[in-house]
Antibody, heavy 113, light 107 residues
């Protein structure tokens, strides 16, 4: 069974940094592209970032480009999202996603002073 | 990037009604289209993938159709438990863009 478990969320001040992790199990992690999706309170789903299976190709939404960095450690079956220069509008539940049928439970990031 | 336009943004219908939600891609995406149902505080639930394939365990009143740029999600007979927000998503290549969502209510 595919399992994706996010961690590292919490409350951070504007301008601060946070690193999200997603621990994957139940599939061969190193062969799949992985994604981050977020949802601000009361808003729709926003696609944030993607990384290819070997980490060589990445994608970022314009809203996070230059501030967020996606990475992965295939030896640890773990996906990361390094978030810096955080803004209030980055407040959201962040989901780790393998494919349409496999989402993590989500982790809340709150950017507030 | 390919944009996904979903309509309507909200919809109110009576129990037993047939409901249709549409999703249009700004460029062709073959059948790489998924539909999700999301209830408040919950993870989005996959209903349909490959435009028309019903995910295991999803009631048969849900169906999807379309290919290329135009897609539809149909609920054949609306049930009270179907109250939720529905999203389409393209997944042929990054970015895996979502539609804006359709909030479905019961009259």
């Amino acid at each position: 069974e595919v399992q994706l478990v996010e961690s590292g969320g919490g409350l951070v001040q504007p301008g601060g940094s946070l690193r999200l992790s997603c621990s994957a199990s139940g599939f061969t992690f190193s062969t799949y592209a992985m994604h981050w999706v977020r949802q601000a309170p009361g808003k729709g789903l926003e696609y944030v970032s993607a990384i290819s299976s070997n980490g060589g190709t990445t994608y970022y939404a314009d809203s996070v480009k230059g501030r967020f960095t996606i990475s992965r450690d295939n030896s640890k079956n773990t996906l990361y999202l390094q978030m810096s220069s955080l803004r209030a509008e980055d407040t959201a539940v962040y989901y780790c996603v393998k494919d349409p049928g496999a989402w993590g439970q989500g982790i809340l990031v709150t950017v507030s002073s | 990037d390919i944009q996904m336009t979903q309509s309507p943004s909200s919809l109110s219908a009576s129990a037993g009604d047939r409901v249709t939600i549409t999703c249009r891609a700004s460029q062709g995406i073959s059948n790489y289209l998924a539909w999700y149902q999301q209830k408040p505080g919950k993870v989005p639930k996959l209903l349909i993938y490959a435009a028309s394939t019903l995910q295991s365990g999803v009631p048969s009143r849900f169906s999807g159709s379309g290919s290329g740029t135009d897609f539809t999600l149909t609920i054949s007979s609306l049930q009270p438990e179907d109250v939720a927000t529905y999203y389409c998503q393209k997944y042929n290549s990054a970015p895996l863009t979502f539609g804006q969502g359709t909030r479905l209510e019961i009259k």
